[in-house]
């Protein structure tokens, strides 16, 4: 067993598993002498340990370890491993910035909203001793405004769309922000932003949030206990 | 001192049970002079064991087999778990059946004996049951197969030397037959079968015994630390397996079918637990396949286990036999790790081999 971010990798397949899903955080440091002894002690995997320590001496790429733990586990396709292999060469080439977006939509995807937006902050903070561009730190915003709407915090996802607005001229955008207001039952922002649309663009837009909300499953009378669970949990991630 | 290996063979009889035994230098078993009663709880194997001379603590047999009359799944159990109480090993315990011990003593004899058919007449009160085993080679296989038929006409209590002779005719008349066991106390009482006796041994080698069920077995047991030579034998008889079962899985993205249980094998000791990760399947199919070539797939649906994401389940299957044409497959969820508990899910699929297939 190794405890890595509070999570427990008892087998080859989890240790797979957790690899292809965060390879783009952990570096080489993660493949530690204690891994290596795991990996021979716990799962008699002696001739993957003694591949690691080589690579290990060789100052391989951290992709390398990946590939060398995931073709023995079996655990993902070769097609699979190529995306991964691709993904991972693509990012390597991407600037600072763009690679820590990545990291931070990724939070997105993993339900990790609290998390995200202070990843978002982070890059922000970086404005001006990495340097982007205006397009670029739109996305930025816009991305925390998801971030902060999926957490029901509705008035920072509004500031954060409307920063988004000044600096990226993306349809996406307004359409967000109208998703904002019906959401959050603003009425006469709501057809204000409206008024902006066509007719037909609107109706499309109802039909569609309509479909997501029956998914969503927020009923009446849950609402306010859905939103309070997710403001307590904002404050347990920024604690 | 140095601690010895022991095997032991142990011919749980009807009514007496014997012992034979091997140990590090011997070269055939030898098997103790005294017949202990059959208990009706297994306390009296102790008694039995300790019998054995130079033996001098239990947990010192590393391997035992235990011939059972009868090989059903609580007579195993309880003759296994006899021997657990006495300090013997698990992976030491074998049981197997008459049938089995007979193939094994015949294997164990020089080849002469076996080149051509061996035929078995086993003679006691319970009556007289002729057992013929023959050898086949099918490409790299090698299979003995044992068949036996119960004989009615031969009374213990007074048996016919002409009926004998008779029977003896019909079942051995014009075949090639290298050697003949006569087993058991209906040969030992006053010289009944002189005429079938003389048919015989005409060009056959003919042995009587009382103790080839219990040598047969300290055979099997000693092999299995030593030399492992039966293991090249497929074993057709009684209470061994008509037919593999296998699963059918992914392997480095290739199909393969993984053998859980072999045809040939005892059906108390086929018995397999694997994990396996289900990647986008609804069901498992697990394949039957008889001696005489014919296969049968059957489906575990896996509908009772929660919808998670791919390939973030690992099931745990395994497969037991309660008798030679039953087998029970179990699946149960074990989760993924921390990532995902297991909950408390198992379903079960029967596995029937039918021997008229």
Known sequence: MIAENKIEIWSLEE????????????????????????????????????????????????????????????????????????????????????????????RIKEHLYAQAVREYEAILALKYKEGYDRSFEGKIYHNMGIAYAKMLLYREAEECFKHAQELLEEPEIRKNLLLLYYLAGNTRQYEDTAALFSEEERQELLEEWEAVRKTAKVENGRNEAVIEKWKQEYRAEMS | MQEKNWSVGVDIGVRVTQISYMTDGMKEPETLEELFPTGEDEGFLKECLLAIPGLENLSEIKSIQLVLPELTLEKAEKAGQACLDMGIPREAVHVQGVAEASIYFALSQEKSLWNNDVVFFDFSREGMIYRNLHIEKYGNTTAVILTEKKLSGIDYENPSDEEFLRLSREY??????????????????????????????????????????????????????????????????????????????????????????????????????????????????????TLNGRETEEKLSLEAFPARGRRMTRLEISLVFVSEEHGIVTVRDLGFGSFIPAEDISVQKDIWIDKGQ
């Open chain 2, 172 to 289: 051995m008349d014009r075949r090639l037959i290298s050697a003949v066991y006569l087993i058991g106390e209906g040969f030992y009482k006053e010289e009944w079968a002189t005429e079938s006796l003389r048919f015989l041994c005409s060009r056959r080698r003919v042995f009587k015994g009382l103790n080839l069920y219990t040598k047969g077995a300290a055979y099997a047991a000693y092999d299995r630390i030593h030399m492992n030579a039966y293991e090249q034998f497929l074993f057709v008889c009684e209470n061994r397996l008509w037919a593999s079962v296998g699963i059918r899985i992914l392997y480095k993205e290739q199909a393969r079918l993984l053998y859980l249980a072999k045809a040939g094998m005892n059906w108390y000791e086929a018995r397999a637990l694997i994990e396996a990760i289900p990647d986008e399947v609804t069901e498992l199919s697990f394949v039957v396949q």
């Open chain 1, 15 to 106: 240790l797979c598993y957790y690899l292809y899903e965060n390879a783009y955080r952990i570096t080489e440091d993660f493949f530690s002498q204690e891994l290596a002894e795991y990996l021979r002690e716990e799962l008699d995997l002696g001739t993957v340990a003694d591949k690691l320590m080589a690579l290990k001496k060789n100052e391989a790429d951290f992709l390398e370890y990946i590939l060398a733990v995931c073709q023995v586990a079996n655990y993902y396709g070769q097609e699979e491993l190529l995306r991964l292999v691709q993904g991972l060469q693509a990012f390597a080439v991407l600037s600072r910035p763009e690679r820590l977006k990545q990291l931070a939509d990724s």
